[in-house]
């Protein structure tokens, strides 16, 4: 996922026409100052931290400014402050605007539909999360007529423009979308979308750009840091693989009951650390490469949890068995494994032979790994 910040997300409004205050991002607290001094940035103006995370209006890292000084001041008491655990080395200076009204636009990519949808809302600048659903009005759009005149309309209905203003939104909701098609966006949200003076205004922006069509994007490369380093291997080798703050490693197949082992493991006090989705594969050697991959992470116990369909228990079993001879002695770990479905019994019976006990039941299983986590926890302090 490359979530851009806003400063970036609106240079790509500018691109498609969505209207949005003359602002400058800067580093340096001296020269906001200067930008503000020299008019590059009219004053008043807001001084906005660029961060990932949302919420910065509460949490004190939007400011105000009528003066350079005052600009300074407030660039920074920002930079290099944390922000929900990230940095602030940025901050964006924006003209201030009198906002009259602050709306709620979004395009969305809604995956139980597989389409776009267009969401609005006259509820703008609070979470849209936090607004009750009578008041978001959704419209899938077929990406074949794309955003058509009427889906438009209706978005100016729901968030009560007319004339000149439901003239502006039909401009920007074309530019959105058009943004959204073209940049491979997952989510392109604006809130508030402010009526100053007579106009709309694009105050926030968020432009999320989809992973799968990353390779069309080099221009985000140096954005998409977040990966460990076994993440980045885990991603050459095709094998979807998130490490957490846990210490749990978890091996599933299938991103549904991946998310529920770790909920059943969370459930029982347990923190995963690393998960693993084999996905669908009759391939032993992947399922090897996963787990040498998996402790390589160093978990302290680790929970197999398959269900087989075209993943097979037997083909899992193998894989494991194998990559069982290959873990170096210091990166051994603790198993539990549960499997169940397609070829359980002889999974079982070749995990059995390499002397590595199989469960069926889930909460059975969830419980006897928290357990041995326990036990590893307390091998450990008394080592240490
Ligand atoms: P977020 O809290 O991280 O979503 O940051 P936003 O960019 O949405 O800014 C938070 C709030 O600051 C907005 O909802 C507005 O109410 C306010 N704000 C931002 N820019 C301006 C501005 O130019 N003028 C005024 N009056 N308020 C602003
Ligand atoms: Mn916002």
Do not use: W
């Not at 300074?72 to 009198?98: D, M, N, P, S």
């Not at 050459?236 to 490693?249: C, P, S």
């Not at 787990?291 to 160093?298: D, N």
């Not at 302290?300 to 899992?316: A, E, H, M, Q």
């Amino acid at each position: 996922m490359v979530k851009l910040t806003e400063g970036r997300g609106k240079e790509l409004f500018r691109k498609y026409g969505v209207p949005v205050p003359p602002g400058r991002l800067t580093r340096s607290a001296g020269e906001a100052e200067r930008l503000t001094r020299e008019q590059e940035v009219p004053l008043p103006c807001v001084i906005k931290a660029q961060v990932l995370a949302g919420g910065r209006g509460k949490g004190g890292a939007v400011r105000f400014a009528a003066t350079p000084e005052e600009a300074k001041e407030a660039a920074a008491a920002i930079l290099g402050q944390q922000f929900q655990g990230e940095t602030v080395r940025e901050v964006l200076l924006e003209r201030r605007v009198a906002i009259e009204r602050e709306l709620y636009v979004s395009f969305a990519l809604d995956r139980s539909l597989r389409l776009p949808i267009l969401i609005a809302s006259r509820q703008g600048g609070v979470e849209i999360e936090s607004v009750a659903d009578a008041a978001i009005d959704r419209q899938a759009v077929e990406p074949l007529p794309g955003l058509v005149a009427y889906e438009r309309r209706r978005a100016a209905g729901t968030l009560g423009l007319a004339g000149p203003l439901a003239a502006d939104l039909d401009r920007l909701l074309q530019g959105l979308y058009r943004l959204f098609q073209e940049e491979d966006a997952e989510l392109v949200e604006i809130n508030p979308l402010a009526v100053v003076d007579g106009h709309l205004l694009a105050l926030d922006a968020k432009v999320i750009i989809e992973d799968d069509a990353a390779f069309r994007h080099p221009e985000y490369a140096e954005l998409r840091d977040d990966r460990t380093p076994l993440e980045e291997i885990a991603r050459e080798k095709e094998i979807a693989f998130v490490q957490l703050d846990g210490n749990i490693g978890v091996i599933a197949n299938g991103a549904g009951l991946t998310m529920a082992t770790l909920d059943v493991l969370s459930r029982f006090g347990g923190r995963p650390g690393v998960f693993l989705d084999l996905g669908g594969t009759d391939d032993p050697n992947k399922v090897t490469e996963a787990f040498l991959l998996m402790s390589r992470a160093r978990p302290s116990v680790v929970f197999l949890n398959i269900f087989g369909g075209v993943t097979r228990c037997d083909t899992v079993a193998r894989g494991l068995v194998e990559a069982l001879k290959r873990v170096p002695e210091r990166e051994r770990f603790p198993l539990v494994a549960r499997i169940r479905g397609n070829n359980e019994a002889e999974g079982r019976a070749i995990l059995q032979s390499a002397g590595v006990t199989s469960l069926s039941d889930l909460h059975d299983s969830a419980q006897a790994v928290v357990e041995a986590e326990k036990t590893a926890a307390a091998a450990g302090a008394r080592t240490a």
